[in-house]
């Protein structure tokens, strides 16, 4: 009795699966005559001072490597994570200890990249420590 009412759940789960799938192709397909607008330039001026070109990347020592590939772990990880969380008997039981987990792991991220950008800040040959500040921008209405 209880293989059977497995394989009932597994096989409407399937149905419902397949049912979004199939709405979102059709969503997907009605988006064909959409049209966009030609956007504007990104106003770089209101983040980097003086300058209007793109910002350099930022250099790779000092563990910024180490910090984009943590980043790259977590976006890869993080649906993994909610999927364990949803479908395991474990996952729905650790639950809590799993989200304080990375809400620390979130959270130490954030302390890093702080600490990071305040170094690359402070030191004199990147060129942006003595620069003058923001000035005032004027955005124009939407159309």
């Keep these: 009795m209880c293989i059977t009412m497995a394989k009932n ?3 409407w789960i399937l149905v419902a699966a397949a049912l979004a799938i199939v709405a979102l192709f059709l969503l997907a397909s009605s988006l ?3 049209e966009l607008l030609p956007g504007q330039r990104f106003p770089w001026g209101l983040f980097m001072g003086d300058s209007v070109e793109a910002p350099a990347a930022p250099p790779l020592g000092d563990g910024a490597l180490l910090i984009t590939i943590f980043r790259i772990a977590m976006l890869i990880l993080l649906p993994l994570l ?3 969380m949803i479908f395991t ?3 729905r039981k650790r639950a809590v200890r799993l989200l304080l987990q990375l809400l ?3 959270y130490l991220m954030s302390f890093l990249t702080e600490r ?3 170094n690359v800040a402070e030191t004199p040959e990147n060129g942006r420590a003595g620069s003058a500040p923001v000035e005032d921008i004027i955005f124009e209405a939407p159309p």
């Design 32 to 34: 064909s005559t959409v």
């Design 9 to 11: 759940r597994k096989f």
């Design 104 to 106: 620390l792991f979130l």
């Design 82 to 84: 909610v999927l364990y």
């Design 116 to 118: 990071l950008a305040e």
């Design 89 to 91: 008997k474990e996952g």
